[in-house]
């Protein structure tokens, strides 16, 4: 069967290329969500976001900011969805990475929504401290700790958001406090 996003570049598909160029294509493909719905996708062949180069994936959220754009302009759309599905658990079904640009009007019966859980104050400390020593791992500020290192009880590692001074008031870190409410 092959990938759907190749094909497209091969010329074997319904979907029209709107634009390409040495690094990506924006193509309207036959199957959407809704009228108006645009993929933006890297040339090159890559399964999962992880596989694409920094250089081409900034140029692919670049043209999916002005595809994004253009919907609202043009289609009148109310709103935008800006979905990737990166991996089978994410519901991927094109071996492809791509950018999914989908107008929105009220009440177009989409539904993108889903219910947050709540989560428990350790299943939240211990997911905050592996993604932070993980993302400061890969930002090559700390080597990257091993598993048995992981495994530390996150109530003796992760302390209550800190506060940060503007204009000589103390403010809360909304991004922390926010982890630990429900929406």
């Known amino acids: ?11 074997e598909s319904k979907a029209v290329i709107i634009h390409e160029d040495d690094r990506a294509v924006i193509a309207v493909r036959d199957h959407v969500l809704t009228p108006g719905q645009i993929t933006v996708f ?16 900034s140029h692919c959220a670049v043209l ?8 609202f302009e043009c289609l009148g759309a109310k709103g935008t969805n800006i979905l990737v599905r990166n991996g089978l658990g994410a519901g991927q079904n094109i071996p492809h990475f791509g ?9 177009d019966g989409l539904n993108l929504q889903w219910e947050p859980k709540q989560l428990s104050e350790d299943e939240l400390d211990r997911t905050f401290v592996l993604l932070k020593d993980e ?10 700790p091993t598993t048995a290192e992981k495994t ?3 109530k003796e590692v992760v302390s209550e958001p800190k506060e940060e001074k503007i204009s000589g008031k103390e403010k809360p870190n909304y991004l922390l406090k926010s982890l ?3 929406p």
């Open 1 to 11: 069967m092959g990938c759907e996003l190749c094909n497209i570049l091969a010329g």
């Open 42 to 57: 890297p040339r090159e062949h890559a399964p999962i976001l992880e596989m694409v180069s920094e250089d081409v994936l």
């Open 64 to 71: 999916a900011n002005k595809v994004s754009i253009a919907v």
């Open 99 to 107: 950018i999914e640009v989908i107008p929105r009007q009220d009440n």
């Open 135 to 144: 993302f400061a791992a890969l930002q090559g500020q700390t080597e990257k």
């Open 152 to 154: 530390v009880e996150p």
């Open 180 to 182: 630990k409410k429900i």
